[in-house]
């Protein structure tokens, strides 16, 4: 069993940068691949990025990539997002996923534990 508490929202202009963060209980949480997600009002919950166990690993959306990184510290049981040149599309609740394989790290079914999210929201 594996619990998720996400930080770090919260309300920024664009151009701005935000770090959330997720705390994962528990002792397996190097043995996991993490995600990150977002889900915008009205739309579906989409995927953002992923890494890998170890961290060597990672994964991006288009929408993100260059402006967003991912990274872990499997001592600390945390994984980070963070968020660089924030763009109002990018207000949305922003959720960390836990799976047990990184090689669908894309989809959402895969994923086993999830936190309750956080939410981000970008002024113009």
């Known amino acids: 069993q594996v619990q998720l508490v996400e930080s770090g929202g919260g309300l920024v202009q664009a151009g701005d940068s935000l770090r959330l963060s997720c705390a994962a209980s528990?002792?397996?949480?190097?043995?996991?691949?993490m995600g990150w997600f977002r889900q915008a009002p009205g739309k579906e919950r989409d995927f953002v990025a992923a890494?890998?166990?170890?961290?060597?690993?990672?994964d991006y959306a288009d929408s993100v990539k260059g402006r967003f990184t991912i990274s872990r510290d499997n001592a600390k049981n945390t994984v980070y997002l963070q968020m660089d040149s924030l763009k109002p599309e990018d207000t949305a609740v922003y959720s960390c996923?836990?799976?047990?394989?990184?090689?669908?790290?894309?989809?959402?079914?895969?994923?086993?534990?999830w936190g309750q999210g956080t939410q981000v929201t970008v002024s113009s």
């Open positions: 996923a836990a799976a047990v394989s990184y090689g669908s790290r894309r989809r959402q079914d895969e994923y086993s534990y």
């Open positions: 890494i890998s166990t170890s961290g060597g690993r990672k």
């Open positions: 528990g002792r397996t949480f190097s043995s996991y691949a």
